[in-house]
Every structure is written in C-alpha cells, then in structure tokens.
C-alpha cells in the first residue's frame, strides 16, 4: 500500500484493534440479543433480492444519517409538532429511500428480540454494511451500541451533507468537519460504485463543464437529462450500479464521474486524491480494505449512548412518555 494510505494504520485502524470505542463494540448484541444481527441480514438480502438499487439507498441513508448531529438515527423520523424532520431536506427530498425497509427490519428484530432493544441507528448502520456484502464487497465489523435521537433538524442536513455540486476544497472542508480526512473523502465516495443519481444533480455538469467531461459520456447522458425538465431521472453513478467494485475510480480517471462532486477526486494534475484514485482503481482489496475501516470511523460520529437518547419503538416517531 502507498505511503498516501498510511491513514488506514494510524487512524482508522486501531478502532479496529479496540474491541470498545466509547461505548460501542462489535459485540454489543451478544448476550442482549444473538439473533439480532443475523435477522438485520436476512431482512436486507431480500430487500436487494427484490431490488438491488435498495443497497445503494441503504448505505445513503447511514451516510446522511452520520453528517447531521451524529450516528443517531434522526434521518428516520418524520416531521412532528415539534421539529422538522430531515426527509425534506435538499440533500434528502426525494431522493433518500429505503424507509419501509429499515420498518421491516425494526419490525423483525423486535419480534426475534422479543422487546425493544435494537436502535434505530444501530440498524442503519448494519444495513450499510450488509448492503455493501449482498452486492460482491467485503465485510467489516460494525461497532454498535448507539441510542436514538429525540429530535431532528431539516435546517442541519441542509447545512451538514455535502452537495453534489461542491468543489474539493469544500468537500474537504465538510468532511474535516465531521472529525474525517482526505483519505476519507476519497474512499466513502466509492459508496458511489452502487445506485444511481437523478438528472438534477448532474444536469449542469454534462451541459456546462467540457473540460472535465468525456463528451461521449455526456453526450449519453443528455439523452436521459434534458437541459430542464425530468428532474428525476437517474443516470447510474458508474457502469457498475449493482456491484460494489472499483468502476467508480476507473470511471473518474476516464473523466467519466457522473457528479461534479465525483470528479473533483481526479483531476489529473496529480494531487494525494489523484493517486489515491489511481491506488485503487489499481487495487480492489485496498479499496475494500479502506472502505470498511472509513465506515467503522464514519460510524463512530457523535454517537448516542449510555442514557442518552433512547431506543424508539418505531424508527419514525420518537417514544411516547
């Protein structure tokens, strides 16, 4: 592995070596629970079973869950008399799904549990990283124990997830923002090798940005994105959607990023991000490597745990008093 990747051993891999972070640990459901992960797993392979673009959406969800005040589960909740949920935020609106499969999920576990004790939170997390099993990746422990939020913030998800159309430097600087580097960036935007992206993301890069585009590539996709209009419909984001690969690199380096924001992580001029694409489009088991050990960091954001929050009953509403 290249020296750029150094990040891997001395910051995101001894969360690895701990068996406790805070406290979350791989094992929480042990004695709690022993089915619980099990029935998380079976619950999200049918759901790709019956929909391989539902892998996509459910690794979405815990990103976006994780960018706004923390790993807490609050991207579930609908809007109350309270607060403003996040669903109907810009990064969000839609365009976030898989809901009806987290229920489904809070559903089983709760009956095989016989009681309320899987969060919400803990869920998204381990859907992601099922998802990204069920679709040719690799596995990675997932650290749990997180509780679930009591409230939501449609103005902090608008503030906090990162947008499509956002150069380097503020992709950067959003990241940074949430305790991650570079090297984070880079490899949680692979995320992008599954699922798709509506044509009013990448509308002005395919009509307005000729020198980072490979006009074959944006000519295509002129045929699915009209210049106005057809705002939803999707382009998938590499040649690949239904597989967890390295296409999404191989794509950038063909300058064939499908978002403004994808292709700013290859520029060609040679920078860390450049030869970390490089690195990995080269090598898949690097890729795969990084990729659970930049979940399992992105994971341990802000987490709820001890008494704080709760463990809602239902992943939409917060518990009754």
Avoid: W
């Avoid at 759901?47 to 790993?71: K, Q, T, W, Y």
């Amino acid at each position: 592995m290249a020296i750029i990747y150094f990040f891997t051993y001395s910051a995101v891999l001894p969360i690895l070596l701990l068996p406790v972070i805070g406290q979350l640990s791989p094992d929480f459901y042990d004695e709690v629970c022993s089915q619980a992960l099990p029935t998380i797993k079976s619950v999200v392979e049918q759901a790709i079973a019956s929909e391989p673009r539902m892998g996509a959406s459910l690794v979405r969800l815990h990103f976006h869950d994780c960018f706004v005040n923390g790993c807490d589960g609050s991207i579930l909740l609908d809007d109350s008399p309270t607060f403003t949920g996040e669903k109907t935020a810009r990064p969000n609106n839609n365009s976030v799904r898989g809901f009806d499969v987290i229920d489904q999920i809070k559903d089983a576990v709760n009956d095989v549990c016989s009681e309320n004790v899987v969060s919400c939170a803990d869920i998204l997390a381990v859907a992601a990283r099922d998802s990204v099993v069920a679709l040719g990746g690799s596995s990675y422990d997932v650290l749990l124990g997180r509780r679930d939020s009591t409230t939501a913030s449609k103005d902090a998800a608008n503030t906090n997830i990162p947008s499509p159309l956002s150069d380097l430097p503020a992709l950067v600087s959003n990241f940074e923002s949430h305790g991650l580097a570079l090297e984070d960036l880079v490899v949680l935007s692979g995320a992008h090798t599954l699922g798709f992206a509506r044509c009013v993301s990448f509308r002005n890069r395919i009509y307005n940005e000729t020198s980072t585009i490979d006009g074959d590539f944006a000519a295509s996709l002129q045929a699915v994105c009209p210049q106005s209009g057809d705002d939803d419909n999707l382009a998938q984001l590499d040649d690949t959607p239904e597989s967890f690969d390295t296409a999404y690199y191989q794509d950038l380096m063909g300058s064939k990023g499908l978002l403004h924001s994808d292709q700013q992580l290859f520029m060609g001029d040679g920078s860390a991000a450049d030869e970390q694409v490089q690195s990995y489009s080269d090598d898949p088991d690097d890729f795969s490597a990084d990729f659970g050990a930049a979940m399992i960091k992105m994971g341990n954001i802000s987490p709820l745990t001890g008494s704080d929050g709760e463990i809602r009953e239902n992943c939409r509403v917060v518990n009754s008093d």
